[in-house]
């Protein structure tokens, strides 16, 4: 029959239409309970049986605990629980419903195994046998082998039985459970072990009940079980009427008007009596669920739990009802024992004589923090109780492992149950049948139970089916007091030996905290009463290395050290800690017998207290020493008594001579009577204690009064340990992994993922070394990265600390580590051990917590409440504000005022927050708690909570669960209302115009964007604000010739233009372009409306009152008119204060971080790829605008992956955002100083935006001919549009609908070629070839067409400004100079307001730039400080920022050091302020400049040294490759200067690394010239000390002396310092005469550019080089290291020897006869 699809059509139809309805609550209750339950007899009490016949289908699927498995473990899959349960529930449900379809009752799901049921008379057995066969065949022709998505193939097997059967009801009244036994449910199982995937297999007892006639099998040797290979052929009526009957013995198969419906318990109707009753029967997690009308695929997860797995053999000979008796017993008892502790029994199934229970700890809701301690209790429990008290009662075996499995619902709609599955749970039933008569557990319950040692047995390994590598199996003995009499609690963690946490950073970084213990314990000397120190930390933050760390050094000290560490069993162990700290002290802690331990007694106790009453210690020691008369007589309490004073004798004894040190690790675990000791033991005796707690839990119970005064006692100091800094965390990761250097990818997932704490690092480490992530290999010490995009921030190898040597092996290999290829490490889900701890905290929270912190998860760490509301689901603004602030209250989330609060607590940019000391403050058990100041508290907190804008999580590891715990499909709907709420604020802050961060962005994708509806702003539209009386004049004229009688023919017209400029062309929207490029469209489209007479009135007023120059003004004079117009800008602008106060201080960074940065990743989460590419590349050019390249790099790297991933390719990729893609990725690497990889990309760019740029110097020769005349076509134009006083051409703008977007798009593409070849110029200047000036000055003629194309004034004048530059590079002066006046011109049309005032300031801040390069200093000082007033009113901190920059050198160039002094302070201060890394580093590098060239301080050495040694690490420093070069080649002279060579080599190393990292830039220069400086010190070294290094050395630095020479091209004020190193290094190698010309040549230099700070070292070198008449006094060496420090109000004259007090560069002497000798070759 089975082989005729066709005959079975009829059938098969009918059956499809089965479908459940939707249920009732009763129904869905229903749903987990099988019809022998719902229609069973609920009237017995149990324990109840009863009996009857039937059939038994088992039904095993092989392949689920590997399909679970790679969900868990391959961390490279980016998928959800979700997708697991849809491949499980589509594969089992299709199962399921074949069963139902036949008739059958599913009475549980064991896993991945069903076990179903046909029950009936027995006298139908035989043709339910026919129909159960041929439901099982159908499964396996059907679904026999399935393919999953991931690659792996899921099987079935079956076993079939008929005959007697057995319910079993065990429970009580809250809780019940069945399980079927009988002959015919062992022999199911044995059938089913026999069979293979796709077999099917008959049982002897079914094989003997069937119908053999309709079977043809296939005998199984040397079994009586059949394998049944189909069911013989019958027509189609026959097998319809056979069906039908069949169907007529089953009781409750759907029939008649419910033959549509699967199951007939789907449609029942409300019963609160029958409900009630199959309640008992759920798990409560499920039940809530229901209640609460949530999808059961809520709980369903990938989770680390403990499975417990309990196996009761009973005697063969045991009746059925003592059995019953005896599972109920076993059943209670479990639950009693296991309910304590939150776990939950599964399953109750009984097979092969034996009863199994499935007990778990730590499902959804129930994870407790010890869960692997409290699961081995309650398994040493059930199995002392199950072979004690249990009636006939063979064999106990229970086995316990812990890990991550499938925990969730697995069958079919209407009829499925709550399991779990996974490669723990199979391993844990296996340890329970393979180590019989015991309790075992794997090696992962042993380590997290962190019980001592000897508590557990390790055992043989045993080979287990279908088990591999199962790794160590331990038995556990159990806690028991005499175990752990005597002290066996020694500290756990080791001190390294080779990194001490005192000497060096490079473990801990706990030197402060060890300070406090240095200066405690010098302080203790000569105490009469002990002394306290507490650290308090969380767990895995260091506390036990810590602690290891000072009983060595107490030990080293020579002091008595006696160090222990509890667990926490300990805490419920009468005087554990005491007995166990004094055995120590004793030193009979390793005695064997009490023969060795009284006699180390009597020999330590002689003389200390009588011989009489050496019998108190029997019992603390077991020993056994005689009971003397006078101790006979005591009672208990007063023996206890007396005990306390003989121990204290005995310390007291021991503190006269030694100081005494007490080390308790885990201090929290101590008991009752042992803080009772320790109280009454401080206040007597001098002794000092260190402890370790760990902060309370929310459940946690107070400590007891003595506890509590010790704690809060005068003599104890309360140290709270913070988060290790991100340079610690990563070089401890180095030592983890015994490697010298990590991929730059790896560190930041360890500082992202670790948030300081050591364990979680660890934790990390080990996941992705158990995964095979990491890749190790051989370095080479002159191994440098490729210049590929890939490796861009791949670190430079770090200096190896001394004590990494003797880490490596004796040949000194040494290595490091990489990541693999095609590992995404933003896709790897937290490590069990970490989610455990996370998970413990969320299920511990009631249900409204929980849902507020999973849904602040999805938001990110740091969140709005207001977008909080926006996703939570139908909460009141007050509801969420009195659970956050339940929240606060638990240390959950913590508040800020605002965004940016949140990310400078989070910043690794800023020095960390300094070491917490404090009192305690601990309220004791025995102390009443306040109700009205908690209510008061309470409400405080809700105000604090209404009050604030921002908060975040204090722990991130919770947030990083809780997002886990939610199925992909819930995660999307919540990402799409996170990006519904923020893409109205996805643009640039209002001071800055509210534009995109790429120029008109959002124009080139509009159907893209389609969706998004801007957020209406309550807030009030900022106007225009008059800048300059220009502003104001225009605007006047404007609205008075408007309503003149003259234009009453242009009155409709413009009325018309008033509305729409009122509508599209209002200051704020003129602002939403990008403030770097565009000037106001206001201008233009009211140029439009006006006649030719009114403009030239307009530029004659302008002309009249000197703010337009006139044509033919000389240089001089334009420069100086431009300075005039800026004191007058500044001076008017004072007038628009008011409103510029309004706008505030820019906002662009928090705003990125708060807004775009989210939306990005909601996109992406939500599988909307273009989108998120969208935001990714505004993310990318947001960090470029806040100079953060790492982070614009890893946001790039991420569109790189979006754009090569199959579902963004299916989608047509905007050709323009593939263009910004490279252009920004061009922008990356230029500011890296990977000049060819830039090019390259910029290349791709230009011709992605149809701007091809030419390879050879033929296509410069043809293209630049075609620009040229370009150029003049342009000029030409705006001469003939000028004479005419129009600034836009005629009919550009007609309109404001379609042709405002075409225009915009150009836009767009025009202003990104111009930024692509701004790019490109600058590159072609770096370039040392011949050709590359005429490469360098097409890029800049082209940008100028561009934007002159454009008609934009401020992309105009920046372009002038850049082709002038270029030129002044080449030595073009006669361009040079026009085109640096044409943009002092052109930026007389703007109007100073807006933008057009933000592009007078930045032309400004250029001029300066350039006229410092060329050594104009006079004329950058006053740009400099007129710039410097413009930022300071436009409140544009970080433009502000760079112009201080460049004011300070140009000041100290100029010896001006008063002003330096107070230039410095303003950066300073503006750093302080804004909080901003970048300038931090800048004022640090310019205090040392003044250390190391002008001979005073402002911030002492060792303030810049400690910035950088905390900062160095911090990612958006790495990406500053030319301050980090300044600084340390900075710290690299200081060293050399004062002999320090053991401090030189590190800084020296890591700036010659940065060397072909870093641009020609000014500041680049300047530290290369720093650099040279540094290696001419090591060349006279190696002259004075190792004269064979000479050569090497010499050849080194004459190579780096030609580079910095080609690479002050560009900032010809350098010259002079680079002449006179070169003169140094000819006079040191014996050249005298070429020395004293390149002397020469310096002065002369000195003269040209005007650098006077040069000219005075030179003058002092040429002193004492050449004319001094005896020796010099080095002032400088004199001073140092403490140099005066010059104070805000101080002059020179405070300073009388400043302008000496220089390095002398001293020239040592040579060997004449042989100067520098070829290096020994050394013999064979």
């Not at 139809?13 to 749903?31: F, L, P, Y």
């Not at 812990?402 to 749970?425: A, D, L, M, Q, W």
């Not at 005995?650 to 929290?668: G, R, T, W």
């Amino acid at each position: 029959m089975l082989q005729d699809p066709g005959q079975q059509i009829a059938f098969i139809a009918n059956m499809e239409q089965r479908k459940s309805s939707d249920c009732t609550i009763i129904g869905k209750v229903a749903a987990h309970v099988p019809d022998l339950i719902v229609y069973g007899d609920f009237s017995q009490e149990v324990p109840f049986i009863e009996s009857f016949d039937g059939v038994l289908l088992f039904a095993d699927i092989s392949g689920f605990t590997a399909l679970t498995e790679k969900f868990s473990m391959d961390t490279s899959l980016d998928r959800g629980a979700d997708q697991l349960t849809q491949t499980l529930n589509h594969y089992v449900g299709d199962i399921v419903e074949e069963i139902l379809v036949y008739g059958g009752d599913i009475l549980n799901f064991a896993g991945d195994a069903l076990l179903a049921l046909w029950k009936v008379q027995r006298s139908q057995l035989s043709d339910i046998i026919t129909l159960a066969l041929k439901c099982s065949l159908r499964i396996q022709e059907e679904y026999g082998v399935r393919e999953t998505e991931v690659g792996l193939e899921l099987r079935v097997k079956i076993g079939l039985s008929a005959g007697h059967i057995s319910k079993v009801v065990v429970g009580d009244n809250k809780h019940q459970y069945f399980l079927v036994i009988g002959r015919a449910v062992d022999e199911v199982r044995l059938a089913q072990n026999l069979a293979k995937a796709s077999e099917v297999i008959l049982s002897p007892n079914c094989w003997e009940l069937c119908n053999r006639n309709m079977i043809e099998i296939e005998r199984i040797k040397d079994q009586r079980a059949v394998k049944a290979r189909y069911i013989k052929t019958i027509s189609e009526t026959e097998f319809d009427e056979f069906f039908w009957k069949c169907t007529e013995y089953l009781q409750h198969y759907p029939t008649g008007e419910s033959n549509s419906i699967l199951r007939a318990t789907s449609t029942l109707s409300p019963n609160d009596e029958l409900e009630k009753c199959l309640r008992k029967y759920v798990m409560r997690n499920i039940l809530k669920k229901i209640d609460d009308n949530q999808p059961l695929e809520y709980l369903s997860e990938l989770r680390p739990v403990t499975i417990v797995f309990v196996n009761l053999q009973f005697d063969e000979r045991a009746k059925t009802l003592h059995l019953c008796k005896a599972i109920h017993d076993a059943n209670v008892k479990i639950s009693d024992i296991i309910h304590v502790f939150r776990g939950k029994i599964n399953k109750v199934f009984m097979f092969d004589k034996g009863c199994t229970f499935l007990c778990v700890f730590g499902l959804p809701g129930d994870k407790q923090a010890d869960e692997s301690t409290h699961a081995l209790d309650s398994a040493f429990q059930i199995f002392n109780f199950c072979s004690e008290k249990l009636m006939k009662i063979k064999l106990v075996s229970v086995g316990v492992t812990s890990g991550p499995v499938f925990c969730g619902v697995v069958g079919h709609r209407v009829r499925h149950e709550y399991t779990v599955i996974g490669r723990k749970v199979n391993l844990a039933a296996r340890m329970m049948m393979y180590y019989p008569g015991l309790v075992s557990c794997d090696a992962v319950t042993y380590a997290n139970s962190r019980l001592p040692h000897y508590f557990f047995e390790e055992l043989p390994q045993a080979e287990m089916k279908g088990v591999v590598n199962p790794g160590v199996v331990y038995h556990y003995l159990g806690i028991s007091e005499k175990k752990t009499m005597i002290g066996k609690a020694y500290l756990t963690k080791k001190r390294s030996e080779y990194v001490p946490l005192l000497v060096t950073q490079c473990f801990l970084g706990r030197e402060k905290e060890l300070e406090i213990y240095d200066i405690l314990l010098k302080g203790f000397v000569g105490s009469t009463e002990g002394r306290v120190i507490m650290y308090e930390g969380l767990m895995g933050c260091g506390k036990s290395q810590l602690l290891a760390e000072i009983a060595y050094l107490g030990q080293e000290a020579g002091h008595r050290v006696v160090a222990m560490e509890l667990t926490k069993v300990n805490v419920q162990q009468h005087f554990f800690a005491i007995r166990t700290l004094m055995a120590m002290f004793l030193e009979i802690d390793a005695c064997k017998t009490h023969d060795a331990r009284e006699h180390i007694l009597r020999g330590k106790l002689g003389g200390v207290v009588e011989e009489t009453y050496y019998c108190l210690l029997n019992t603390i020691f077991l020993v056994k020493f005689p009971i003397s008369a006078e101790v006979s007589k005591m009672n208990n309490e007063t023996k206890t008594k007396e005990m306390g004073l003989f121990l204290v004798k005995i310390l007291q004894k021991a503190v006269e001579n030694d100081i005494l040190i007490f080390v308790i690790d885990e201090a929290h675990f101590i008991d009752l009577a042992s803080w009772e000791f320790l109280d009454n033991l401080l206040s007597r005796i001098p002794v000092f204690m260190v402890m370790s707690l760990s902060p309370p839990s929310r459940q946690a119970r107070l400590p007891c009064v003595s506890a509590v005064n010790i704690i809060n006692s005068a003599k104890t100091t309360y140290v709270l340990l913070r988060e290790l800094k991100p340079s610690v965390i990563l070089q401890k990761a180095c030592q983890d992994l015994g490697v010298v250097s990590i991929p730059r990818e790896l560190e930041t997932f360890l500082i992202q993922r670790s948030h300081g704490i050591p364990f979680y690092c660890e934790e990390l480490l080990r996941n992705l070394h158990l995964n095979n992530m990491l890749i190790f290999r051989l370095w080479e010490e002159e191994e440098e990265v490729d210049d590929e995009w890939e490796g861009l921030f791949t670190n430079a190898i770090k200096a190896i600390p001394s004590k990494t040597e003797s880490l490596s092996s004796s040949d000194n290999v040494l290595y490091i580590c990489t990541i693999r290829q095609n590992v995404k490490l933003q896709n790897i889900m937290l490590p069990p051990t970490l989610k455990g701890i996370a998970l413990a905290e969320l299920d511990n929270m009631s249900p409204s917590e929980q849902m507020v912190v999973k849904c602040a998860a999805i938001i990110g760490l740091t969140f709005t409440t207001e977008l909080l509301l926006h996703i939570l689901p139908e909460w009141t603004k007050r509801k969420m504000n009195q659970t956050l602030a339940a929240l606060v209250d638990s240390h959950i989330f913590k508040c800020f005022n605002k965004r940016k609060d949140s990310q400078n607590a989070q910043s690794q940019d800023m020095p960390s927050a300094e070491l917490l000391v404090c009192p305690g403050t601990v309220r004791s058990i025995g102390q009443e708690s306040d109700i009205h100041s908690s209510v008061c508290n309470r409400i405080k907190q809700e105000q604090l909570v209404m009050q604030c804008g921002v908060m975040a999580f204090c722990m991130p590891l919770l947030q990083e669960a809780a997002y886990e715990v939610w199925l992909k499909s819930q995660k999307k709907a919540l990402h799409l209302k996170c990006v519904s709420y923020l893409e109205g604020q996805a643009h640039k802050c209002r001071r800055c115009g509210e534009g995109d961060f790429i120029s008109f962005h959002r124009h080139t994708v509009e159907k893209m964007l389609e969706s998004i509806e801007p957020q209406e702003n309550s807030s009030e539209q900022h106007k225009e604000y008059p800048f300059s009386e220009a502003a104001s004049l225009i605007i006047y004229t404007t609205l008075k010739r408007l309503q003149a009688p003259s234009f009453e023919g242009m009155e409709r017209k413009a009325v018309t233009a008033e509305a729409s400029l009122t509508s599209t062309c209002s200051l704020e929207n003129v602002q939403r372009t990008s403030e770097d490029i565009t000037t106001s469209t206001f201008s233009k489209k009211l140029e439009l409306l006006l006649p030719e007479d009114f403009e030239t009135e307009t530029v004659k007023a302008l002309k009249k009152h000197k703010m337009l120059p006139e044509e033919n003004l000389k240089a001089e004079e334009i420069e100086k008119e431009f300075l005039e117009r800026l004191d007058e800008i500044i001076q008017q602008s004072d007038r628009g204060r008011e409103k510029i106060r309004r706008l505030g201080s820019c906002e662009c960074e928090e705003i990125v971080e708060s807004v775009f940065v989210p939306l990005a990743r909601h996109c992406v989460a939500m599988g909307e790829y273009a989108r998120a590419l969208y935001y990714l590349l505004e993310c990318a050019a947001a960090y470029l605008h806040l100079s953060n390249n790492y982070m614009a790099f890893s946001n790039l790297n991420t569109a790189e992956n979006l754009i090569k991933s199959v579902d963004l390719r299916a989608t047509v990729i905007n050709q323009f955002e593939e263009a910004t893609f490279y252009s920004l990725k061009g922008e990356v690497c230029y500011n890296m100083g990977q000049m060819d990889l830039a090019k390259k990309f910029i290349r791709k760019a230009l011709i992605l935006l149809n701007r091809r740029f030419p390879f050879n110097l033929i296509g410069v020769f043809f293209k630049t001919l075609l620009e040229v005349s370009k150029h003049a076509s342009h000029q030409k134009k705006q001469q003939f549009l000028y004479s005419r006083s129009k600034g836009v051409p005629s009919g550009r703008l007609p309109a404001y609908t379609a042709a405002v977007s075409r225009w915009e798009k150009k836009l767009a593409v025009l202003y990104q070629q111009g930024h692509c070849l701004s790019l490109l110029w600058q590159l072609f200047s770096l370039d040392t070839a011949t050709n590359s000036k005429k490469f360098c000055h097409l890029a800049a003629l082209m940008k100028v067409n561009s934007a002159e194309e454009s008609d934009d004034e401020s992309q105009i004048i920046s372009s002038y400004t850049e082709l002038s530059l270029c030129c002044q590079m080449m030595g073009y002066q006669d361009e040079w100079m026009k085109y640096e006046l044409m943009a002092i011109q052109r930026s007389s049309h703007l109007q100073v307001i807006g933008g057009g005032l933000l592009t007078t300031v930045k032309l400004a801040q250029s001029l300066a730039y350039m006229k410092l390069c060329l050594g104009n200093l006079p004329l950058s000082i006053q740009l400099g400080y007129r710039a410097h007033e413009m930022c300071v009113r436009l409140k544009k901190p970080k433009l502000d920022s760079l112009v201080l920059c460049m004011l300070f050198k140009a000041l100290f160039l100029s010896i001006r050091y008063q002003d330096c002094v107070q230039v410095l302070s303003w950066l300073e201060e503006l750093a302080v302020e804004e909080e901003r890394i970048i300038e931090m580093a800048c004022f640090f590098s310019y205090c040392l400049e003044l250390l190391l060239y002008a001979g005073f301080s402002f911030k002492s050495f060792k303030e810049c040294l400690e910035f950088i040694q905390r900062n160095e690490k911090n990612c958006i420093l790495m990406s500053q490759n030319s301050i980090m070069l300044g600084l340390y080649s900075s710290l690299a002279i200081w060293f050399a200067r004062l002999q320090q060579w053991g401090n030189f080599k590190e800084p020296f190393e890591k700036a010659r690394r940065l060397l072909r990292r870093t641009n020609a830039s000014f500041f680049a220069t300047s530290g290369f010239c720093k650099f040279l400086e540094c290696e001419v010190l090591v060349l006279r070294k190696h002259i004075e000390e190792k004269p064979n290094l000479v050569r090497e050395t010499r050849t080194k630095t004459l190579k780096d002396l030609d580079q910095v020479l080609s690479r002050c091209s560009t900032s010809p004020i350098y010259y002079p310092r680079v002449y006179h190193l070169k003169a140094y290094i000819l006079l040191v190698l014996g050249k005298e005469e070429q020395s004293q010309i390149y002397l020469s040549q310096a002065f002369q230099l000195c003269d040209i550019y005007g650098n006077l700070l040069e000219k005075s070292w030179l003058e002092i070198s040429n002193e004492w080089w050449f004319t001094a008449k005896g020796p010099m006094e080095d002032l400088w060496l004199k001073a140092a290291p403490d140099f005066p420090k010059w104070k805000i109000g101080m002059t020179e004259r405070d300073f009388p020897e400043i302008h000496k007090t220089k390095y002398l560069l001293r020239v040592p002497a040579l060997d004449i006869n042989n100067p520098f000798p070829e290096p020994e070759i050394p013999d064979v």
